[in-house]
Nanobody, 123 residues
């Protein structure tokens, strides 16, 4: 029904930059918001940044001023530009989409998740 495909993760030196991309595809009726979460083994998954279809954004305090979330609504794609990366940013980053999908008379609204992409920042 819906698939989120992430790309852009990798290994980078502290102070460097990466850009993550996530494209949602399938029987999508409408997208309410898309977001990036991250998770370190043994710890709770946390919200990094979120953007609504209308363009409103929300960032974790730890990434404000360094990360920028953006979107291409026509392509159902969300991006995360990560600058001034720190070792603490090392995590698996997950794409999340709050959307309506399905082919029935009233498709449900729910969250969908990508499989995650590893971001590793070395000192």
């Amino acid at each position: 029904q819906v698939q989120l495909v992430e790309s852009g993760g990798g290994l980078v030196q502290a102070g460097g930059s990466l850009r993550l991309s996530c494209a949602a595809s399938g029987t999508i009726v409408s997208v309410n918001a898309m977001a990036w979460y991250r998770q370190v083994p043994g710890k709770q998954r946390e919200l990094v940044a979120r953007i609504t279809t209308g363009g409103s954004t929300n960032y974790a305090d730890s990434v404000k001023g360094r990360f920028t979330i953006s979107r291409d609504n026509g392509k159902n794609t969300v991006y995360l530009q990560m600058n001034s990366l720190k070792a603490e940013d090392t995590a698996v980053y997950y794409c999340n989409a709050d959307l309506v999908a399905g082919s029935g008379w009233y498709p449900p609204r729910r969250d969908y998740w990508g499989q995650g992409t590893q971001v590793t920042v070395s000192s």
